[in-house]
């Protein structure tokens, strides 16, 4: 079992930067990536950015390419995403989840809200 805690997030005005933060523990060992997705009211879970835990590798949804940087700090079993030039449609709760290389993300931290005004 591995455990996920979000931190971070809050309210900005557009064009500003927020991070956000999750810390995982338990059988960390076996996790293979992790990802942030996010869900705004009325949307779809979207993926927006992914890494890998052992080369870290990172994948980026279009929408949040070149604004939001994932990055990983292995000795404290911490993931990040930076996000810059903040805009209103990136609201929504944002959630940190786990894959144990089963290919499924298994595991997801309670979520933390993002809202951007215009």
């Known amino acids: 079992q591995v455990q996920l805690v979000e931190s971070g997030g809050g309210l900005v005005q557009a064009g500003g930067s927020l991070r956000v933060s999750c810390a995982a523990s338990?059988?960390?060992?076996?996790?293979?990536?992790m990802a942030w997705f996010r869900q705004a009211p009325g949307k779809e879970r979207e993926k927006v950015a992914a890494?890998?835990?052992?080369?870290?590798?990172?994948y980026y949804a279009d929408s949040v390419l070149g604004r939001f940087t994932m990055s990983r700090d292995i000795a404290k079993n911490t993931v990040n995403l930076q996000m810059n030039s903040l805009k209103p449609e990136d609201t929504a709760v944002y959630y940190c989840?786990?894959?144990?290389?089963?290919?499924?993300?298994?595991?997801w931290g309670q979520g933390t809200q993002v809202t951007v005004s215009s």
């Open positions: 989840a786990a894959n144990p290389n089963s290919g499924y993300y298994d595991y």
């Open positions: 338990g059988q960390t060992f076996s996790i293979h990536d």
């Open positions: 890494i890998s835990w052992s080369g870290g590798t990172t």
